[in-house]
């Protein structure tokens, strides 16, 4: 018997798939790369905190080299990380759902993205759509185009309120009988919107009734401002699903632990998809970098007090941003609720990367267009506010003669 697969790609001349040739390019690099190294810049255009790591996770990294922990390892995480995190989710979830996160639903990832291309592997096939809630990170859409399925927005809108709003009915409008999951980033990029929790149990309700899977992006789980949920966390579907629902929640060392370059996240899914995930990790990446799991196991047991003085820093320039950048006449602005980011319209403005190129000539301050994040973005720009809080204001001081 043949194990040919009978489903040929179209492919580019070259003999590339043409789904991978045709895959955008990152925006916001393309307008970063170009202009750093300009001096007196405020590069507020990528998501990511500019603390380096604290000392006692690079600590825990060198210890762990010094036990020579620089060798293969298990492929869904040394144990050690995979009950640190078990314990962690349990820790933060348990008071709502009454049960605990099991080590058999942990499996170690090489980053949040890896994460993310992982689920499109387990999940997609060609013919098969996802439909996500925009605008949102492109990363996240464009793992399923890799699979040859189709990637679906339904976009959020702002109410009469200033807030962002999730139109249910649309959402669930736009999935069909070839629909394989929901995608959820909350806290949200580039919006800031957070999930509430009557929305978070509606589409979780409807996910177990037409049987499709929801992936829950929640990288941001811990830079919530509004909440009075333990820890100062925004609400997870890990708060109200059972251990068996088609349930993926993706997390991430970056944001929180500001560990953007170590590359390690994790992936919480029903204990039935281990073994299956254990094979994408073999053929993504063998396992993750073994002596940074051991740094990530410390980040997890001894960062708390960082995290929230982490998360203390960025809401005060969250209010700098609000109060500020909201004042100026050009400008609308939601309150962002979670995450670093500030997600803005421009009255006028109908060519974000243009103004982005304009905002660096002109003001020297670097943000990312809103085209980046989908089509509907356009007209909006994003400000990472994830900086210090002398830079932050300095970036509205520059920002005003032009958008005030």
Same mark, same amino acid.
């Given at each position: 018997m043949s194990d040919k697969i009978n489903y040929d790609p179209p492919r580019s001349e070259n003999g590339l798939r043409r789904s991978i040739e045709n895959l955008p390019g990152s925006l916001i690099r393309h307008v970063a790369e170009p202009n750093m190294g300009r001096d007196g810049l405020l590069k507020l255009w990528f998501g990511e905190p500019d603390v380096p790591t604290p000392q006692f996770i690079k600590d825990a990294a060198t210890a762990a080299l010094a036990d020579n922990q620089v060798f293969y390892a298990q492929n869904r995480g040394v144990p050690l990380l995979r009950r640190t995190i078990a314990d962690y989710a349990t820790g933060l979830h348990r008071p709502e759902t009454g049960h605990d996160i099991d080590i058999d639903r942990i499996t170690v990832s090489g980053s949040g993205m890896n994460a993310i291309m992982m689920v499109s592997e387990a999940l997609m096939s060609a013919g098969d759509n996802m439909v996500a809630v925009g605008p949102i990170w492109p990363n996240c859409k464009e793992t399923v185009r890799i699979m040859d399925a189709e990637a679906r927005q339904v976009s959020l809108r702002l109410g009469d309120d200033g807030r962002w709003q999730l139109d249910m009915d649309e959402l669930f409008d736009a999935c069909d009988d070839r629909t394989r999951a929901i995608f959820i980033n909350s806290p949200g990029n580039p919006t800031g919107w957070v999930i509430p929790r009557d929305d978070q149990r509606a589409v979780l309700d409807e996910c177990r009734r037409r049987g499709i899977w929801l992936i829950a992006d929640e990288v941001y789980l811990r830079l919530a401002y509004e909440t009075d949920l333990p820890l100062g966390r925004a609400p997870s579907f890990l708060d109200i699903a059972q251990p068996d629902d088609r349930l993926i929640v993706i997390n991430s060392f970056s944001k929180s632990w500001s560990m953007t370059g170590w590359r390690l996240g994790w992936i919480t899914h029903p204990a039935d998809c281990g073994e299956a995930f254990e094979k994408? +990790?073999? =053929?993504?990446?063998?396992?993750?970098?073994? &002596?940074? /799991? =051991?740094? %990530?196991?410390?980040?997890?047991?001894? %960062?708390? #007090? &960082?995290?929230?003085?982490?998360?203390?820093? =960025?809401?005060?320039?969250? #209010?700098?941003?609000? /109060?500020?950048? !909201? @004042?100026?006449?050009? +400008?609308?602005?939601?309150?962002?609720? !979670?995450? &670093? =980011?500030?997600? &803005?319209?421009?009255? *006028?403005?109908? #060519?974000?990367?243009?103004?982005? /190129?304009?905002?660096? #000539?002109?003001? *020297? +301050? !670097?943000?990312?267009? *809103?085209?980046?994040?989908?089509?509907? !973005?356009? %007209?909006?720009?994003?400000?990472?506010?994830?900086?210090?809080? @002398?830079t932050v204001s300095a970036a509205m001081d520059r920002l005003d003669p032009v958008l005030g």
């Amino acid at each position: 018997m043949s194990d040919k697969i009978n489903y040929d790609p179209p492919r580019s001349e070259n003999g590339l798939r043409r789904s991978i040739e045709n895959l955008p390019g990152s925006l916001i690099r393309h307008v970063a790369e170009p202009n750093m190294g300009r001096d007196g810049l405020l590069k507020l255009w990528f998501g990511e905190p500019d603390v380096p790591t604290p000392q006692f996770i690079k600590d825990a990294a060198t210890a762990a080299l010094a036990d020579n922990q620089v060798f293969y390892a298990q492929n869904r995480g040394v144990p050690l990380l995979r009950r640190t995190i078990a314990d962690y989710a349990t820790g933060l979830h348990r008071p709502e759902t009454g049960h605990d996160i099991d080590i058999d639903r942990i499996t170690v990832s090489g980053s949040g993205m890896n994460a993310i291309m992982m689920v499109s592997e387990a999940l997609m096939s060609a013919g098969d759509n996802m439909v996500a809630v925009g605008p949102i990170w492109p990363n996240c859409k464009e793992t399923v185009r890799i699979m040859d399925a189709e990637a679906r927005q339904v976009s959020l809108r702002l109410g009469d309120d200033g807030r962002w709003q999730l139109d249910m009915d649309e959402l669930f409008d736009a999935c069909d009988d070839r629909t394989r999951a929901i995608f959820i980033n909350s806290p949200g990029n580039p919006t800031g919107w957070v999930i509430p929790r009557d929305d978070q149990r509606a589409v979780l309700d409807e996910c177990r009734r037409r049987g499709i899977w929801l992936i829950a992006d929640e990288v941001y789980l811990r830079l919530a401002y509004e909440t009075d949920l333990p820890l100062g966390r925004a609400p997870s579907f890990l708060d109200i699903a059972q251990p068996d629902d088609r349930l993926i929640v993706i997390n991430s060392f970056s944001k929180s632990w500001s560990m953007t370059g170590w590359r390690l996240g994790w992936i919480t899914h029903p204990a039935d998809c281990g073994e299956a995930f254990e094979k994408l +990790v073999e =053929y993504n990446i063998a396992n993750p970098t073994t &002596f940074v /799991q =051991y740094a %990530g196991a410390v980040a997890i047991r001894d %960062g708390e #007090d &960082f995290v929230a003085e982490t998360v203390d820093r =960025y809401r005060r320039n969250r #209010d700098i941003v609000v /109060q500020r950048l !909201g @004042a100026m006449k050009r +400008v609308t602005l939601s309150r962002p609720e !979670g995450a &670093f =980011y500030a997600f &803005f319209a421009v009255d *006028g403005m109908t #060519d974000s990367v243009a103004f982005a /190129q304009e905002l660096i #000539d002109s003001v *020297g +301050v !670097g943000l990312a267009p *809103g085209r980046a994040f989908s089509e509907d !973005g356009e %007209g909006w720009m994003r400000l990472c506010f994830a900086a210090d809080t @002398a830079t932050v204001s300095a970036a509205m001081d520059r920002l005003d003669p032009v958008l005030g």
